[in-house]
Nanobody, 123 residues
Framework: QVQLVESGGGLVQAGGSLRLSCAASGRTFSSYAMGWFRQAPGKAREFVAGISWSGGGTLYTDSVKGRFTISRDSAKNTVYLQMNSLKPEDTAVYYC????????????????WGRGTRVTVSS
């Protein structure tokens, strides 16, 4: 089992920044691909960013490219999502996901999910 706990959400003005954290516990964190998803009110959950187990590969949805950065610190069993130049349309609950394969992470079929952290961007 892998337990994931997100933190770092909050209220920020448009153009501001936030850094989300996802702390993992349980099985070997370093062997898991990780990802961030978000779900806005009334919308389906969508993929935001993913990172390979080594950290050497990253992937982003087009709407966040150049603004968001995913990274991981295996020593701290934590994955981060640095969000800059935030827009009102980034408002959502952000979820952390983990799986042994990058494919399931990107497809949204990860084995493990956190409970989410809310991000609200005011205009």
């Amino acid at each position: 089992q892998v337990q994931l706990v997100e933190s770092g959400g909050g209220l920020v003005q448009a153009g501001g920044s936030l850094r989300l954290s996802c702390a993992a516990s349980g099985r070997t964190f370093s062997s898991y691909a990780m990802g961030w998803f978000r779900q806005a009110p009334g919308k389906a959950r969508e993929f935001v960013a993913g990172i390979s187990w080594s950290g050497g590969g990253t992937l982003y949805t087009d709407s966040v490219k150049g603004r968001f950065t995913i990274s991981r610190d295996s020593a701290k069993n934590t994955v981060y999502l640095q969000m800059n130049s935030l827009k009102p349309e980034d408002t959502a609950v952000y979820y952390c996901a983990a799986d042994q394969g990058v494919g399931p992470v990107v497809r949204g079929s990860s084995a493990y999910w956190g409970r989410g952290t809310r991000v609200t961007v005011s205009s």
